[in-house]
């Protein structure tokens, strides 16, 4: 991954870290899954977007984010 795409993750991901702590979670929605289209596999951010979505009652959405998780690191309890 290329320095350029790895500051705009980092912005991005502390951007929606802010929304989502003020509890504006569609813009924190579309800003993780921008983060997830640059990299896939960025753990925090499926870790977040799954909580929102719980939050949300989008179960099962949330779920996929977990099993992601899983997928990618079997040995991260905090997802269990």
Request: net charge neutral; charged share 20%.
């Amino acid at each position: 991954m290329n320095k350029n795409k790895d500051l705009t993750i980092q912005k991005k991901f502390s951007l929606a870290i802010q929304k989502h702590q003020e509890n504006n979670f569609q813009v924190a929605v579309e800003l993780y899954n921008e983060i997830l289209k640059l990299d896939p596999n960025h753990l925090a951010t499926l870790g977040n977007l799954g909580n929102i979505l719980r939050e949300l009652g989008e179960n099962q959405k949330a779920i996929n984010c977990y099993n992601k998780i899983i997928e990618i690191n079997p040995n991260d309890i905090t997802v269990y």
